[in-house]
């Protein structure tokens, strides 16, 4: 196995060139390729790893600037390798809480082999019965999110309604699916007929239409959710925002997990219609999984059998080899990805 003899191999990977202003391109990103030996530095409590699946996440974008705000994320450094959700096997092991030949999910970098230094922010994968590739999404990072942003943050009711922006998202197929499996009605928004389709047939949202089709966000929202809106499901940012809050109820509920819309403006959009918050009594707040990771043996126990039972659909959008994640990731930003975006660096 390696790591026995600390054998050298190459190792390619993705180094980050410099800070983006702007929607990033490919050549904000180089692949590389660079020598790596197969062993714990001595005293490590670290793991050596070998990457098997990458996860493209629009939060990523934000890690291309440089950060000067405090946040939990910090920027990428120029000329290392970018990193971001992964899931890997274990080669060697330095903590007590992993053992070679373990599967995990977490923090990893964008290469062939890793060496992680905070083993504990990690997860050990213990169900296999799944596709491995679902702990870069359904079963990782954009799964909680989904799940706490909808049950912890939103507080749903029955029979409430629901609507989600970037509703094909990673994030956004799973909380329609929850919010449906809960039983409340549950509408979408997505940027191509493809994805408007895809929300209606094989999510089973209530309703959906497509947002670059819409010249009206405003009668949009009104069509679809003619009662109005409980529960917003915050993705977007933006101009979706702003029509959104005309449409909101009396106490409803914003999650804010993320505004795509605005990651790439040099200028933010200003909100217009803020004043519904005070006049509604509309809460609206702003998560982060990170503060959340304790509930993840909850989440498995409610979801796992759920996913066996075929009561959750995932869709996945997989391209093959690190050289091609510099074009997956970017293509986040038009849209490009019908589902969870994945990189497969080896399926071993």
């Given at each position: ?108 970098g964008w290469e062939e082999y890793s060496l992680i230094t905070a083993p504990e922010t990690c997860f050990k994968i213990e169900h296999t019965d799944v596709p491995l590739s679902y702990y870069t999404g359904l079963l990782g990072m954009p799964g909680m ?180 994640g510099p074009a997956a990731l970017v293509g986040l930003f038009s849209g490009r990805n019908v589902g969870k975006q994945v990189v497969v660096v080896s399926r071993e």
């Amino acid at each position: 196995m390696a790591g026995e003899n600390g054998e050298v191999v190459r190792n390619k990977q993705v180094i980050f060139k410099g800070y983006v202003s702007g929607f990033p391109k490919e050549t904000d990103m180089e692949v590389r390729e660079s020598t790596m030996k197969l062993r714990l530095p001595e005293g490590s409590n670290g793991l050596l790893v070998k990457n098997l699946y990458l996860s493209c996440d629009p939060y990523m974008r934000t890690r291309m600037a440089k950060l000067d705000f405090l946040t939990y994320v910090d920027s990428f450094r120029p000329g290392s390798p970018i990193t971001g959700y992964g899931v890997a096997r274990v080669l060697e092991s330095g903590h007590p809480n992993f053992k070679k030949g373990n599967l995990l999910w977490g923090i990893t970098g964008w290469e062939e082999y890793s060496l992680i230094t905070a083993p504990e922010t990690c997860f050990k994968i213990e169900h296999t019965d799944v596709p491995l590739s679902y702990y870069t999404g359904l079963l990782g990072m954009p799964g909680m999110t989904a799940y706490v942003g909808f049950f912890e943050v939103c507080s749903p009711k029955k029979g409430e309604t629901v609507f989600i922006s970037a509703a094909a998202g990673a994030v956004g197929q799973l909380v329609g699916q929850f919010a449906k499996l809960f039983g409340c009605y549950v509408v979408g928004s997505a940027g191509s007929r493809e994805k408007v389709d895809l929300l209606k047939n094989k999510l089973g949202f209530n309703d959906a239409f497509n947002y670059k089709e819409e010249p009206d966000l405003d009668a949009a929202l009104k069509r679809c959710l003619p009662e109005g809106i409980d529960i917003y499901f915050e993705n977007v940012g933006g101009k979706m925002l702003d029509a959104v809050l005309l449409s909101m109820k009396i106490h409803g509920r914003i999650a804010a997990c993320g505004m795509i819309s605005q990651y790439n403006l040099q200028q933010p959009e200003g909100v217009h219609n803020l004043m519904n918050v005070v006049f509604k009594g509309i809460r609206m707040q702003g998560f982060l999984v990170f503060d959340y990771y304790h509930l993840y043996p909850k989440f498995l126990e409610k979801v796992l059998p759920q996913i066996k039972e075929g009561k959750i659909v995932y869709v996945e959008d997989t391209v093959e080899g690190l050289e091609n994640g510099p074009a997956a990731l970017v293509g986040l930003f038009s849209g490009r990805n019908v589902g969870k975006q994945v990189v497969v660096v080896s399926r071993e």
